[in-house]
T-cell receptor
Framework: NAGVTQTPKFQVLKTGQSMTLQCAQDMNHNSMYWYRQDPGMGLRLIYYSASEGTTDKGEVPNGYNVSRLNKREFSLRLESAAPSQTSVYFC??????????????FGAGSRLTVL | GENVEQHPSTLSVQEGDSAVIKCTYSDSASNYFPWYKQELGKRPQLIIDIRSNVGEKKDQRIAVTLNKTAKHFSLHITETQPEDSAVYFCAASINTNAGKSTFGDGTTLTVKP
């Protein structure tokens, strides 16, 4: 049981380049999320998907797009990368109802550097 | 939207001492308060959580307390050990399907042997 798997683990981009972060979960969870983590700023929600076919903006959506490809997969795209998007990105999933709580299961993270 | 403030940002204790981390939240509709532990270079993982109909919850050496009126909740770690050294995040959310969790900025706990 892999849980939440995200790729790539590391990526270096030049300003203006595009890339897609991939995330997949095998826990049959309905909800999936993308967070970014910057030093001293905790985890900030970029986009989330409550269920297959729906996506919504979080706190910091500018510069990003997402696709909920199916129940398992939720990708994050940077169309034109900027140095301000240098961060560690975490994908997470949750299944409300398990013990009645919205517990997040995180992937291992993707460290992105934009030069 | 929800705003979560977490204090202190860094905390250093001697092994065996207790550690307390405090968080406040702004949205009175929030009703689920998890705590996540993130070891260096690893992913955050849930260590304990509390719902708004409960005032305190314990799990071995860790406990969480909630004061709904004051909109604050705290993590208590007793008999700290070096392996407790990590970054701890509090969060607040409305406990529904896809309830968005808003995180505090984190507390770096260092337990000195």
């Amino acid at each position: 049981n892999a849980g939440v798997t995200q790729t790539p683990k590391f990526q270096v981009l030049k300003t203006g380049q595009s890339m897609t972060l991939q995330c997949a979960q095998d826990m049959n969870h309905n909800s999936m999320y993308w967070y970014r983590q910057d030093p001293g700023m905790g985890l900030r929600l970029i986009y989330y998907s409550a269920s297959e076919g729906t996506t919504d903006k979080g706190e910091v959506p500018n510069g990003y797009n997402v696709s909920r490809l199916n129940k398992r997969e939720f990708s994050l795209r940077l169309e034109s990368a900027a140095p301000s998007q240098t961060s560690v990105y975490f994908c997470a999933s949750s299944e409300f109802g398990r013990a009645g709580a919205n517990v997040l299961t995180f992937g291992a993270g993707s460290r992105l550097t934009v030069l | 939207g929800e705003n979560v403030e977490q204090h202190p940002s860094t905390l250093s204790v001697q092994e065996g001492d207790s550690a307390v981390i405090k968080c406040t939240y702004s949205d009175s509709a929030s009703n689920y308060f998890p705590w996540y532990k993130q070891e260096l270079g690893k992913r955050p993982q849930l260590i304990i959580d509390i719902r708004s109909n409960v005032g305190e919850k314990k799990d071995q050496r860790i406990a969480v307390t909630l004061n709904k009126t004051a909109k604050h909740f705290s993590l208590h770690i007793t008999e700290t050990q070096p392996e407790d050294s990590a970054v701890y995040f509090c969060a607040a959310s409305i406990n529904t399907n896809a309830g968005k969790s808003t995180f505090g900025d984190g507390t770096t706990l260092t337990v000195k042997p």
